[in-house]
């Protein structure tokens, strides 16, 4: 099933709450499980736990990707302890909560029953030993790291379990963090400041044809210069062909021309495929983190527009959220990087002015990448959303993105 005919998950309880995202990346920089934090709105008074479950499950089933639920409202959270989710659902637990013996059978039962269990916050006293081994995982936030300028372990202090590192924003904190040990950083590290190259800006050789086929299809050029183009980057070609080919088109034949590829595609499809490229190519490890937000921004933004909205809106809001983090990946400001690559008026505005028709869903995008529940609760007012549509499409397009793998 395609993303734009993805049934979108739905709830009552979607409209009760705010939702925010981040990932949860390993030390091969790669995604292996998503954080999803749920806030109450403050009309709140009761929150159904199956509703919550249920929309989970469309988006992380059973058989599918880890999903760790971080849900801050202590109602809802024991309810949760209390109940048996998939064995995918990691489930985050406040010290407070750790601490109170209330908790305590249904946090073991949890852990018995093959649940993760992740442990938030460091305890005001030592864990029983039989509940902390209940807990596969800590969550350490990096303003209460102890080992930060790499000197000797402070006295007293011991990891029986491994840890995450949570408040990671840069590059340079994440490599920090697992050459502490930890097993994962919590967010993306794209708060890098853009600086401006001495070299003058050339463009990198290996994304050269890539960038002119924006360009052309950016002019709508002839299909015939566009098929001479791609032919100067055989890899280009094959990765066209392997993904014409894809079971996402259903094609009952294979495609093997270039100009029957473009011609199923189409021009704006055609440039969506390019834009995704644009930004997944590359050998950096460390960029990968952050390729990987740029397509989740893309997918958000897409969702955001909604079904009602023309397919040329849908499109160019994509692209928008796609090329958001260029500026961190290239190394240039937008209003330079935006002369080599041509982008819709909207697009510029709301990239290199920060206004436009789709600032202000770029502005909550990243709001909803681990925003507290105070910021994206203002962040959807000021502009006017609704917390329902923002909630659902926000799973919708993490879904989306499980599909491209």
């Known amino acids: 099933m395609s993303p734009t005919t993805m049934q979108s998950p739905d709830a009552p309880i979607l409209g009760q709450v705010a939702l925010s995202y981040c990932p949860i990346i390993d030390s091969q920089r790669n995604v292996m499980a998503t954080r999803l934090s749920v806030f109450p709105l403050g009309h709140a008074r009761w929150l159904p736990v199956g509703e919550l479950l249920t929309a989970v499950s469309q988006v992380w089933p059973a058989d599918g990707p880890q999903v760790v639920l971080s849900v801050r409202c202590e109602g809802l959270l024991a309810d949760l302890l209390m109940v048996q989710p998939s064995a995918n659902v990691m489930i985050e637990v406040p010290k407070f909560m ?186 950096d490890k460390n960029q990968r983190p952050v390729m990987y937000a740029a397509v989740r921004r893309g997918l958000l933004m897409e969702a955001l527009a909604g079904e009602d909205c023309s397919p040329e809106f849908r499109n160019e809001m994509f692209i928008c959220g796609v090329f958001s983090l260029l500026d961190r990946m290239f190394q240039r400001p937008f209003n330079e990087l935006l002369r080599t690559l041509p982008v819709p008026d909207g697009v510029y505005q709301a990239l290199a002015e920060e206004r436009g028709p789709y600032h202000a869903a770029l502005d909550l995008v990243r709001t909803l990448e681990g925003g507290s529940g105070h910021d994206v609760r203002e962040t959807v007012s000021r502009h006017g959303f609704q917390m329902r549509h923002v909630n659902r499409a926000l799973l919708h397009a993490l879904a989306s993105a499980f599909q491209l793998g």
């Open 98 to 283: 750790a601490c109170d013996p209330v908790h305590r059978d249904s946090i073991l039962q949890l852990a018995d029953n093959g649940n993760t269990l992740l442990l938030s916050g460091r305890p005001d006293q030592p864990l029983p030993r039989a509940l902390l081994g209940a807990f596969k995982y800590a969550i350490i936030d990096l303003a209460d790291e102890r080992r930060l300028d790499g000197g000797p372990v402070p006295a007293g202090v011991t990891r029986s379990i491994g840890f995450f590192q949570e408040g990671v924003q840069t590059i340079e904190q994440m490599e920090g963090a697992f050459r502490r040990g930890a097993v994962a950083v919590l967010g993306w590290p794209v708060e890098e400041t853009v600086m401006v190259p001495r070299s003058g800006g050339a463009p990198r050789p290996d994304l050269q044809v890539t960038l002119q086929l924006i360009h052309l299809v950016h002019e709508q050029a002839p299909l015939a210069q566009l098929e001479a183009t791609l032919k100067f980057d055989p890899a280009l070609a094959f990765k066209l062909m392997r993904y014409i080919n894809s079971p996402v088109f259903g094609l009952t034949v294979e495609v093997t021309s270039f100009s029957h590829a473009v011609m199923l595609l189409g021009y704006q499809r055609l440039k969506r495929w390019l834009s995704l490229l644009l930004v997944t190519a590359g050998s």
